[in-house]
Nanobody, 120 residues
Framework: QVQLVESGGGLVQPGGSLRLSCALS????????MGWYRQAPGKKQRELVAAIGSGGGANYADSVKGRFTISRDSAKNTVYLQMNSLKPEDTAVYYC?????????????WGQGTQVTVSS
């Protein structure tokens, strides 16, 4: 059973930086596209922040382009989200996602979430 364990959230001032990490266990890392989603206070839907395929190709939400960078380390089975120039509107619970891209398809896996608060 795939498990995702996140770390790295916290409180940061506007303009600051944080790096989130998500370690995958119980599965073959290269079989999964990895992503970060977030759910802001008072919002029901999670939004995609960034995603990265097994080959390293990445895509970003328009709101974070140029500020956030997603990367993956196959030796550590870990995906990272480097967040720079943080804004108060980046405040949210951030969730790691793993989506199997090799047949057979499985339901997505989710981490437990990590709180990011951007405030002075």
């Amino acid at each position: 059973q795939v498990q995702l364990v996140e770390s790295g959230g916290g409180l940061v001032q506007p303009g600051g930086s944080l790096r989130l990490s998500c370690a995958l266990s119980g599965g073959i890392f290269s079989f999964y596209a990895m992503g970060w989603y977030r759910q802001a206070p008072g919002k029901k839907q999670r939004e995609l922040v960034a995603a990265i395929g097994s080959g390293g190709g990445a895509n970003y939400a328009d709101s974070v382009k140029g500020r956030f960078t997603i990367s993956r380390d196959s030796a550590k089975n870990t995906v990272y989200l480097q967040m720079n120039s943080l804004k108060p509107e980046d405040t949210a619970v951030y969730y790691c996602n793993a989506r199997r891209i090799i047949i057979p398809v499985e339901a997505d896996y989710w981490g437990q979430g990590t709180q990011v608060t951007v405030s002075s």
